[in-house]
């Protein structure tokens, strides 16, 4: 990943051999609900321009995209019921520490994100997305957020069933220019009351979240944490790959834990959130571990249990400077 600042529009991620360096999935973390008792499953994969076959030794492979990839469920398990909130999961890149600090992006010239993405799966999670960026002069527990807008598509419809991620066909890709300046200050899982400007020179990290539980569905009843329970997965924007151990370096990560119930104040492990944040109704933002309410989709079980097969399919995010009244979009 390129992370100087430049004049020009800024690659961030390229999953694309067109448009060389391809970023490996090594350099992201996952995470899901799994990592708390949930059923979620979340995986990362270059996806081959052409169907897989035998290569020549002598070839370099060459790839479409990278695609996020899973079964989401947001049943509870019996022995978690009351001690969780299940119906999310996600990835972003790693942070990288330095001598001299986090390894930032400067997109300070930028004025839009530009995602070129596409979407396979199950239509109840295609309106689900967001996009979120961690800025290194604010707490780990705070996040600026943006709804991703996916197009309705013939590879997105009623079936759950699991797909290839390797296989074809090809999703359809378009580009969407999110306005740096339009998302939405996160902090400790709430949105901001009064607007706060992000600090493009100092861009930390970039991720993709598919949240799937409204934040009024099945609200988790008073429990105890399991002992012994490790509570893992919750870090910048709710996922990652940091644990207990990360709360307890980390005083503001632990308070925000303690609040949501997966962590009691004396408490080393466990996992149970019993008084969730109330919703905003005029607001499209939300908690890493909900979503907005959206309309049904058939095939919905009658216990308000969702679940699915999600495919986010990307081939690159972009530091662009864009004036959508002059530029043409791109398709």
């Known amino acids: 990943m390129d992370i100087h600042p430049q004049t020009g529009p800024q690659t961030l991620f390229s999953f694309a051999s067109a448009h060389p360096p391809v970023d490996p999935p090594t350099h992201f973390s996952t995470g899901s609900d799994a990592q708390l008792g949930g059923l979620t499953t979340a995986e990362l994969a270059l996806v081959p321009s052409q169907p897989l076959a035998e290569p020549a030794a002598s070839s370099e492979p060459q790839y479409s995209h990278m695609a996020f990839y899973g079964y989401m469920s947001t049943a509870v398990p019996p022995e978690h019921a009351g001690k969780i909130r299940t119906g999310f999961a996600g990835f972003r890149n790693v942070s990288r520490s330095t001598l001299f600090g986090q390894d930032t992006w400067d997109l300070d010239l930028a004025t839009h994100l530009k995602v070129t ?40 419809g009623p079936s759950k069933t699991p797909l290839d991620p390797l296989s074809p066909p090809l999703p359809t890709f378009t580009t969407l220019h999110l306005p740096l300046s339009s998302f939405v200050l996160i902090k400790k899982g709430v949105v901001s009351p009064q607007p706060v400007s992000m600090t493009l020179s100092q861009i930390r990290t970039v991720g993709f979240a598919l949240l799937g539980r409204d934040r009024d569905d099945n609200a988790a009843a008073p429990g105890e944490p399991p002992a012994g329970k490790g509570v893992e997965g919750i870090t910048l924007g709710g996922w990652g790959k940091g644990g207990v151990s990360e709360a307890e370096d980390d005083p503001e990560l632990r308070q925000m834990l303690e609040e949501d119930r997966l962590l009691g104040p004396d408490a080393s492990a466990g996992s149970s959130m019993t008084n969730p944040p109330k919703p905003r109704s005029n607001s499209g933002y939300h908690r890493a571990s909900a979503a907005t309410a959206s309309a049904p989709v058939g095939d919905e079980a009658q216990d308000g249990v969702r679940e699915g097969y999600y495919e986010l399919s990307i081939k690159s995010v972009e530091a662009v400077k864009w004036d959508p009244e002059l530029d043409e979009p791109e398709q």
């Open 117 to 156: 993405v596409g979407y396979r799966g199950w239509e109840g999670w295609r309106n689900r997305w967001v996009v979120n960026i961690g800025v290194d002069d604010r707490p780990r527990t705070d996040i600026f957020q943006h709804r991703l807008e996916l197009a309705p598509s013939a590879l997105s």
